[in-house]
């Protein structure tokens, strides 16, 4: 089996759901109900209580956390032509969103520390790399406009959103958050999505809470609120006539998706207790392995820890990562790397790209285990004896 090909059906997965809660029964009142599409009590109130999850004004849902980038992007004006700069070790989603609006990404390198977008570099490419023209901030290289800063908390900690929305002020940007990993995280004692204009969550079905599919657009601003809604449901502007002044999508999320969020946010405290424990279990059981770098926690943080990750010891080949990971698989356990960095992802080779190092190196590095909500006691003893197992061997 190659590492590309393994089988996403381990005995124990990387990061599945759990239904224990009231799921049936909201999916059944759906059904008995027949509302089953856009139109439906849950959708507004999956809405209602993701703004009291997040201590967000607004929220507009939508079918996926690509679909919400998306708008949210478009909500906060970017053009095409213009440019955003991203996180480079990330999920694609963010990067692939901005290319939908017909802007382009400039990659920005990961903190050592922290894993996340480098604040250093992005606030030393922001003074050094551009040029103010009539209020306007440009690239000096591409001489295109800059315009908005995305930068994604990954893996369930936070990035230094505080500093970067302060850099986003200062040089007149706007800042959508991708926070699809993060629900549940929060910095400073504030939920992440909620610094910049925009935040992104996701619940795909590998998420902390699942709607089988959905994502949700957080925001402070009544009016990008507004026109996030508009957008996701076809900008239709007369509901008898059916005219559109724009080009709208099809993004809003259905009742029965919403019914399923509802249910798994219900259980939200819970399962971020137990992501706590699966983390604390993972970094007491590995922590005397030799060179191994346990999952950091970022100052101001308390994060949720979606895929509890480690990193090899410094200088370890991508051979000797992959003999891990597939010595794992073959023993039905779904570990998985980190993403590639997308400096190095085919339609994004030719990006501008801030460092990429430390990105690389993550993923040449990164081990993430399985961190499901229903991971039981023993489950996490075998992927402890497991990998212990693969690394002394790789070693
Ligand atoms: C960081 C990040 N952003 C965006 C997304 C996209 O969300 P969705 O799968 O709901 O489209 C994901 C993953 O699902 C993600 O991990």
């Known amino acids: 089996m190659a590492i590309g090909q393994a089988s996403t059906f381990s005995e124990i997965p990387l990061s599945v759901p759990l239904f224990q809660g009231n799921e049936w029964k909201y999916l059944k009142e759906c059904l008995d109900a027949g509302w089953v599409s856009s139109a439906g009590s849950f959708v507004d109130r999956f ?42 070790l990330t999920f694609i989603a963010p990067v692939n969103a901005i290319r939908y609006c017909g802007a382009h990404p400039v990659l920005v390198d990961s903190d050592p520390s922290s894993w996340q977008m480098d604040t250093e570099r992005l ?8 040029v103010f023209k009539e209020g306007k901030l440009f690239n000096r290289k591409t001489l295109r406009r800059v315009r908005t800063i995305l930068p994604v908390h990954i ?10 929305a302060a850099l986003a002020s200062q040089f007149r940007l706007s800042v959508v958050e991708d926070a699809a990993e993060a629900l549940g995280v929060r910095y400073q004692d ?28 957080v925001t402070r601003h009544k009016e990008l609120a507004r026109c996030a809604r508009y957008l996701t449901t076809q900008a239709k502007d007369d509901d008898f006539e059916s005219i559109h002044h724009e080009i709208g999508y099809n993004y809003r999320l259905t009742n029965l998706q919403a019914a399923l969020g509802v249910a798994q946010l219900e259980q939200l405290p819970a399962f971020l207790v137990k992501k706590r424990w699966i983390a604390q279990s993972y970094a007491d059981r590995l922590k005397d392995l030799e060179g191994l770098t346990l999952m950091p926690v970022p100052s101001h943080t308390e994060p949720t820890f979606w895929l509890y990750t480690v990193l090899l010891p410094e200088g370890t080949a991508l051979s000797q990562r992959n003999r891990i990971l597939m010595g794992m698989r073959e023993q039905g356990i779904g570990a998985r790397p980190l993403w590639h960095p ?24 990164g081990i993430s285990l399985p961190s499901s909500v229903g991971l039981s006691e023993e489950e996490l003893t075998r992927c402890v004896e497991v990998f212990r197992q693969e690394f002394r061997v790789s070693g």
């Open 155 to 164: 893996l369930g900690l936070t990035c230094e959103i505080d500093r970067i």
């Open 47 to 88: 809405e209602r209580e993701i703004t009291s999850a997040v201590e967000a004004p607004y929220a507009v849902a939508t079918v996926n956390g690509t679909a919400a980038l998306h708008i949210a992007l478009k909500t906060t004006g970017l053009e095409p032509e213009e440019e955003v700069l991203v996180s480079d």
């Open 190 to 217: 504030r939920h992440v999505g909620t610094f910049g204009d925009v935040g992104v969550l996701s619940f795909n079905g590998n998420k902390v809470v699942t709607a089988g599919g959905g994502g949700m657009l």
């Open 342 to 365: 997308i400096h190095g992802q085919p339609p994004y080779q030719k990006c501008e790209v801030l460092g990429g190092e430390i990105a690389t190196d993550l993923y040449h590095r």
């Open 123 to 130: 606030e030393q490419f922001l003074q050094e790399g551009c």
